[in-house]
């Protein structure tokens, strides 16, 4: 279907372009910014007077406990394409495994998903699992989600095998030995509070390891869900030294720090945990510079798994819907533009996964497009949230930002409000 979308402000980071302009839609794909394309006939028209139209976002960390929920979630929250990690139920090991979970999100026709397959089989951090074949099967990197591998000889075979083949390697830098009697962040919070903490060099070790063995093999290496000042200023370093790293950050790891745990609210328990104030400056520095991309870290949870005591609380939070938002939050108090707002859930993260036809509205990129209004407030409610996961620190808060509509391949997959359609 041809479809023009009138009257909206553009904001495509990746060509640094913010200015009231028409998009044009043909056939899945961008056809034209600005001037009519030659022989173009819309037919759907979309008033989007008020509302920034801009690329799709990209969701570099995302959990789909269960899987309709949360992808209704996903398109939502304008989040057009998001990648699962491999430690769910059951196990993203095995070819049969990744194809199935392709061909039911492909069925339900909402968001992109793009599964990780296990580095390891049964991600017991031991035997390597069959990459090829989970390649083939559609696995875009392999990780290890939440599952340390212990043996370092073990992660270096798994280096060498994956940067023979050309494949990337994701992997959660943190130290099991310093981080698993830990809930908190290692400093005056969790002392207080009587909490055992984790400290920073659980995290800065295993980026130490992590690196070092990177650049002997010269795998690429995506490292997920940074949480500290030192942990980005290592990665920084690397790239600048020439290693084929990336990484991404939380967005709650922007907003929010370990002062958040008030008394006890199991609803700022994360992993990793809520650092200083200070990581959290100098992780959002880390971001806007480029860096390090953005995730929700999205952790569906019944409320079950909340109702605990701090430490008996199994971390996380839901972000899908709030992505948006909270970047925009992020955005605004930190001075930042809508430009730097969303490269960081688009341009750089689909730079991170090799994908020239995602996060931007070139002519030719996918007709993933999402149209919000950066103004609306709206109340954060279990009530409303469409993921299965209600489990959230900002419940009951209101946020500025809110998707109107999202596009995917020229198809509209959530509309709040239908938006003003100027003719059906």
Avoid at 52 to 64: E, T
Avoid at 317 to 339: I, Q
């Amino acid at each position: 279907m041809n479809i023009v979308i009138r009257n909206g402000r553009l904001v495509d980071p990746k060509a640094a372009l913010d200015a009231p302009l028409n998009l044009y839609l043909a056939e899945g794909r961008v056809a034209g910014i600005g001037r009519v394309p030659e022989g173009f006939v819309a037919e759907r028209e979309i008033d989007a007077a008020g509302l920034v139209v801009a690329p799709g976002l990209i969701d570099l960390s995302a959990r789909p406990v269960r899987l309709e929920s949360e992808l209704t979630a996903a398109v939502a929250g304008g989040v057009t394409t998001l990648v699962c990690p491999p430690d769910l139920d059951p196990i993203l090991d095995e070819p049969e495994l990744i194809e199935r979970l392709r061909r039911e999100s492909a069925d339900l026709a909402l968001a992109r998903l793009l599964p990780l397959g296990a580095l390891t089989q049964g991600l017991a951090g031991e035997r390597l699992s069959e990459m090829a074949g989970l390649k083939r099967a559609g696995a875009i990197a392999f990780s290890q989600g939440k599952r340390p591998i212990l043996d370092t000889q073990a992660l270096l075979r798994a280096f060498e095998y994956a940067a023979t083949f050309g494949f990337s390697v994701w992997l959660q830098p943190q130290d099991y030995y310093l981080s698993r009697s830990g809930f908190a962040h290692d400093g005056e919070v969790s002392a207080r509070l009587g909490l055992a903490g984790i400290p920073v060099s659980a995290e800065t070790v295993a980026i130490a390891t992590t690196l070092t063995l990177a650049a002997d093999t010269r795998v690429r290496l995506h490292l997920r869900r940074l949480s500290s000042a030192a942990g980005i200023a290592m990665v920084k370093k690397a790239q600048d030294e020439g290693v084929a790293v990336t990484c991404d950050v939380g967005i709650h790891h922007l907003l929010l720090s370990e002062a958040d745990i008030g008394f006890f609210d199991a609803q700022a328990r994360f992993d990793p945990p809520l650092r200083s104030l200070a990581d959290q400056e100098k992780l959002g520095e880390g971001v806007a510079l480029g860096v390090a991309a953005l995730c929700s870290d999205h952790t569906p949870l019944d409320q079950d798994h909340k109702l605990k005591a701090f430490g008996e609380a199994s971390p996380g939070a839901t972000g899908l819907e709030l992505l948006l938002p909270l970047t925009l939050e992020w955005a605004r108090r930190a001075g930042r533009s809508h430009l730097e707002a969303l490269a960081p859930l688009t341009a750089h993260p689909a730079a991170i996964l090799g994908r020239d036809d995602l996060g931007h509205l070139g002519v030719g990129a996918a007709a993933d497009v999402i149209l919000f209004d950066p103004e609306a407030r709206w109340e954060v409610k279990a009530s409303t949230l469409k993921s299965f996961g209600k489990n959230s620190p900002f419940l009951n808060q209101t946020l500025a930002g809110q998707i109107q509509m999202t596009l995917i391949g020229g198809r509209i997959v959530h509309a709040e409000n239908e938006c003003q359609e100027l003719q059906g």
